[in-house]
């Protein structure tokens, strides 16, 4: 069970904001650092927020040194990641592919997550039980692939998952009691998924808070023995 007491947050968007709320009501005695691109407002004194340039590898390398200044980090959540912008719209078939969205996506969706786990995954805690999750997706799935299409989004999430795998095997190695894992949380009600709404149920359009909530209670259940694999906001495993 999640004890943490010092937590990193990569990402300030809908769903990052979400996870910060909802541990500082389930760890109140937590210190929470939250790095995003652009500045979030909080008035809780256990919530600081900092820049981060993802662009930066020495930016993603300070972000890592002030979480961990005072003591080791329990539990790293990385909530960043990208579906569409003004310039990029997923693939509905091969002749809409081009290099710069596969660049684009890959580097926000698999690069960035990787060179996190670079700097973040060395300082986790191992005196208990800690945790590193980054946000991945149900679309990354091989096995689960049925409609085709968004080629670069659901490659660059499996990419992210074998990252996540081959991670979770070396810090086994010094670290046994760590989980490193991937973790989908639905259909979220965020910039992310606006255009996209419109096919899903209501009842499956979940709020950040939800997800938020239900994807800490999945966390909240996992083992060491779980290592390296990806699980959904309802605590299924997601398939290679």
């Known amino acids: 069970m999640l004890k943490p007491e010092n ?15 909802e541990l500082i009501i389930k760890y109140p005695d937590s ?7 652009k500045p979030v407002n909080s008035s809780i004194n256990s919530i600081s927020h900092h820049l981060i340039d993802y662009d930066d590898i020495s930016s993603i390398h300070s ?25 990029l ?16 996506v890959f580097k926000v969706n698999t690069i960035v ?4 786990a670079k700097y973040f995954l060395p300082i986790l805690s191992r005196n208990t039980g800690s945790v590193f999750a980054a946000l991945s997706a149900r679309v990354g799935s091989i096995s689960d692939n ?19 795998k081959s991670a979770s095997i070396e810090v086994a190695r010094k670290n046994p009691e760590a989980i490193v894992v991937g973790l989908h949380p639905g259909t979220v009600d965020s910039n992310l998924s606006k255009p996209f709404q419109h096919s899903v149920d209501a009842n499956k359009l979940f709020t950040p808070e939800y ?19 990806c699980f959904a906001w309802d605590g299924s495993e997601i398939l290679p």
Request: hydrophobic letters at 45%; a positive charge.
């Open 146 to 164: 049925q409609l085709g299409g968004w080629y670069a989004y659901r490659a660059s999430k499996s990419a992210l998952n074998m990252i996540i």
């Open 211 to 229: 997800a938020a909530q239900k994807m800490l209670l999945v966390l909240d259940c996992l083992t060491p023995s779980q290592t390296g694999k």
């Open 113 to 116: 997550p990787a060179l996190i």
């Open 31 to 37: 210190k929470i650092n939250i790095f995003s691109r």
């Open 7 to 21: 937590i990193a947050i990569i990402g300030g968007g809908a769903i990052g904001t979400a996870f910060s709320k």
């Open 89 to 104: 719209r997923p693939e509905k078939s091969l002749r809409d592919l081009s290099s710069q969205n596969f660049e684009t």
């Open 63 to 87: 972000a890592a040194e002030l979480a961990s200044s005072e003591r080791s980090l329990d539990l790293v959540l990385v909530a960043t990641g990208i579906l569409h912008d003004e310039h």
